[in-house]
């Protein structure tokens, strides 16, 4: 039965046969036999190309043969017509000729037109459950799985802008310390100059009062 649901999605791929390739120790040359009906070839495998990977639709094929298999109504239904549809293809290659021929033969078996409609509207319906259940699913994966890497991703940033946020702070604290460093080295020279020049007057203020004083005590001590 995988077949059908190959088939069915297939309907948005696209389908290739790979080539067959000659058996070893064959050649295919201009001019040559070719080679006997009981040398083995091997047999082309369908590969596949478009929106969906080969990986992908072994994935889903082998997903809904099991939805089908759990849904399966007792009895002939849409799903057995389905199965038997692929099994006749290699033999009735005409769709509509198929589904006649198959319709026939499981009519005497108690299948009705209604019965296969009715049916096939259930599996629709089954396919609609298994959607919602899958997107739910998707869902809850992606609050699981992306939304709290979404989270680590904002709360790095944040890290990052509040990071960046002290660089500048620093750097302008830093601006600010060369700034006052440079006038407070001015400031040192202009104070060192100044206190220097105030010592020298000083000292010299200090002789004079001294001699001044020394002189006095000596006309005092004389006079007196």
Aim: proline share 4%.
């Amino acid at each position: 039965m995988s077949d059908f649901f190959k088939k069915a999605i297939g309907l948005f791929v696209e389908y290739e046969e790979t080539p067959q390739q000659p058996a070893p120790g064959t050649t295919t040359a201009p001019g040559n036999p070719q080679p006997s009906q009981s040398v083995q070839q091997p047999a082309s495998r369908p590969t596949y190309s478009g929106p969906m990977s080969q990986q992908d639709i072994e994935k889903f094929t082998k997903h809904f043969a099991e939805v089908f298999d759990k849904a399966n109504i007792e009895g002939l239904d849409y799903y057995e017509f389905s199965k038997m549809m692929d099994m006749l293809e290699a033999t009735i290659p005409d769709e509509n000729t198929r589904i006649v021929s198959v319709f026939a033969t499981l009519k005497i078996q108690g299948l009705t037109k209604d019965r296969i409609l009715e049916t096939a509207r259930h599996y629709v319906t089954v396919l609609e459950t298994d959607k919602a259940q899958f997107e739910h699913a998707a869902a809850e994966k992606a609050n699981s799985e992306i939304e709290d890497r979404k989270a680590k991703v904002a709360g790095l940033e944040k890290k990052i802008s509040d990071n960046n946020e002290m660089i500048k702070k620093l750097t302008q604290e830093m601006a600010d310390a060369q700034s006052m460093i440079g006038s407070y080295k001015n400031e040192i020279v202009q104070y060192d100059s100044k206190i220097s020049a105030n010592k020298g007057s000083y000292s010299v203020a200090y002789k004079a009062m001294y001699n001044k004083i020394i002189s006095d005590i000596q006309k005092l001590t004389e006079i007196i």
